[in-house]
């Protein structure tokens, strides 16, 4: 086999397992989506979202943390329904 479809083994592996733990955040978010509602908070929170990307792009270099900004971006976006 070559290196190429090793490479491409190795990331149809990856992304099969980054799907289910998308999907896992998804049904996630909508549990706490819910619970937001029935206290009364609105499902967007910028503070928590500016904190937690905070946490996850500590300690990236620049390239890595505009790449990890935007999947979360869309991913907050997606969560919210908006």
Known sequence: MSSVNLLRQEMNTLSKDLVQLLLMRKELSAKI???KGIIGLE?????RETELMNLLTKNLKDEDKVFIEAVFAKLFELSRGS
Do not use: R, Y
């Open 43 to 47: 499902a967007k929170d910028p503070h």
């Open 33 to 35: 989506i819910q619970e």
